[in-house]
């Protein structure tokens, strides 16, 4: 089990513990297909989130060649999709970064990990959980996320294979919706939204809180989730929920 983490947001992670929790937000947010090259996991869902449909470094991961970063773009052109690159810091290719700049590739959506421990649940109230397609109908309702896509969301999430909360609040009339996904120990939160009209009312704070409960009831040792560093609101709320800085991450993406 990883150490604690501190409450200060620069405190560094170890390569093992980055390794683990980079595996266990693989799993949780699994990818339709994947290909192995050279240590790097390539991604692919069909263009559903960059985090499905990127390039990503294992713990093995070696460093990269002018012909192995033609092979990576030539597997995402043969899916339809532009080459991107999911970069983390600490990450076990630092200078990659400004190869990819060097070649064209735009640096987009800097993210952090954040995470906490977990402990015995606070005896709030259970999460009231749905099967995929009714959770999925309630996320849609109040993120307004629509189109052709969603097909694609329900695929991946039909493939997770870890214990699920696929959870809605509150529970007779969903104004927020939320998952909790669990890998060896780990909980992943993904996909909390809310609707515009029901912002800043404590309905997130509420949900996550129950889903923290219930992860930490199933044995979760840690609870993690990826939030754009620009989105000052969620990151506040995070924190107020206990969560810290783990690394950072970003994205770059081949110049069309």
Not at 145 to 170: E, S, Y
Request: charged share 15%; hydrophobic share 45%; aromatic share 8%.
């Amino acid at each position: 089990m990883p150490a604690a983490p501190s409450t200060s947001p620069a405190t560094p992670i170890d390569p093992p513990t980055w390794a683990a929790l980079e595996a266990a937000a693989w799993a949780a947010w699994p990818a339709l297909a994947e290909h192995e090259h050279a240590g790097w996991r390539l991604r692919t869902a069909q263009g559903y989130t960059k985090r499905a449909n990127s390039a990503n470094a294992g713990p093995e991961a070696q460093p990269l060649g002018a012909q192995d970063l033609d092979r990576i773009e030539a597997h995402y052109a043969l899916h339809g999709l532009p080459a991107i690159f999911r970069l983390t810091d600490p990450g076990p290719q630092p200078a990659l970064d400004d190869v990819l700049q060097q070649r064209g590739y735009q640096r987009v959506d800097p993210s952090l990990v954040l995470w906490r421990p977990l402990a015995a649940p606070a005896g709030t109230v259970p999460p009231a959980t749905l099967g995929w397609p009714e959770w999925l109908e309630a996320f849609q309702a109040v993120s307004g996320k629509l189109g052709p896509g969603q097909a694609t969301h329900l695929a991946m999430l039909r493939a997770i294979q870890g214990r699920c909360a696929a959870a809605v609040w509150p529970a007779q009339d969903p104004r927020c919706a939320g998952l909790a996904v669990l890998h060896q120990g780990w909980a992943g939160l993904f996909d909390v939204a809310t609707a515009p009209d029901a912002r800043r009312q404590g309905l997130a704070r509420t949900l996550c809180q129950q889903l923290l409960d219930w992860a930490a009831a199933q044995g979760a040792h840690h609870a993690y989730l990826q939030v754009v560093q620009s989105n000052a609101a969620a990151r506040a709320l995070y924190a107020e929920l206990g969560f810290v800085t783990a690394y950072r991450y970003w994205y770059r993406v081949k110049a069309s």
